[in-house]
């Protein structure tokens, strides 16, 4: 099942990212409208901005040596590579995502070996080839509700995370269930099996069940927070873009599979807006 699912993940990636980076550019992640997400900005500096106010608010001020987790075609690698004058390693299942992120990489200086620099490799986040204490700061943007087993890949975190390092992830949440609301409802849960099959995703869970997993980990100084409505405005964004000739015409020539995708930002939208789907953020030290 764990190979089936890495499969969807890289094809859905392969054949996405392309048209993504076209009209998007190259952060392959939600934009920062505000506490309130009521500011209104250009679609790729909320971007950026996402990854300023991640980074002040968990504190993150100095890195060394950084694991990104999912990293697309190496925005924040090539980010946080310059920001902190530090050696990045990217990895993702996606070899054509690993390729553009190196073209990328060599295309802004940032390829050889002395910080700062960013290299990039096709690798599994449960199960990375990288010795343990390796890294001081691990970054997971957006690449958590992908891993089909939330246990093993904080506890992989931890495991390449030097002493005093630290865990910065950003990732897609459903409500928490302990709450008034209850369980999830029967309705509540087709609608993330749509989401779940669009994009390749196992499951996802609430954000105190990632707290719980950390801290089972060994991770300590854990704080958390809901940033849903700060970026809730991203998928209007998206669901725009998509309507574009030129957005249309490249979701044809992309194949079903970011066809399908495109037909799912509705239900991500809508699952912002009820409090279905939730935007966590978790911050952990090793």
Known sequence: MVNTLHKKVQTFYDDSSGLWEQIWGEHMHHGYYGPDGRQRKNRRQAQIDLIDECLAWAGVTQATDI????????????ELATRFNARVTGISLSPVQIQRATERATAANLGEDTPPCARFEVADALQTPF??????????????????????FLQEC???????????MATWCHRPTYSLAGPLT?????????????????????????EAIAHSCGFSHLHSADWSLAVAPFWDEVIASALTPEGLAG?????????????????????????LIRYGLLCAVR
């Open 67 to 78: 694991l990104d987790c999912g990293c697309g075609i190496g925005g924040s690698a090539l």
């Open 251 to 275: 979701l044809v020539k992309a194949g079903p599979g970011t066809l399908q995708g495109a037909l799912a930002l509705g239900p991500m939208r809508q699952g912002l807006q009820s409090g």
């Open 131 to 152: 010795a343990d204490q390796s890294f001081d700061f691990v970054w997971s943007m957006e690449s958590g509700e992908h891993m089909p087993d939330k246990v093993t």
């Open 186 to 210: 029967w309705l509540e849960q087709q609608q993330l099996s749509w989401i779940y099959q669009v994009y390749g995703l196992p499951y996802v869970i609430a954000l105190p069940d990632y």
């Open 158 to 168: 931890y495991r390449v995370l030097k002493p005093g390092g630290k865990l910065l």
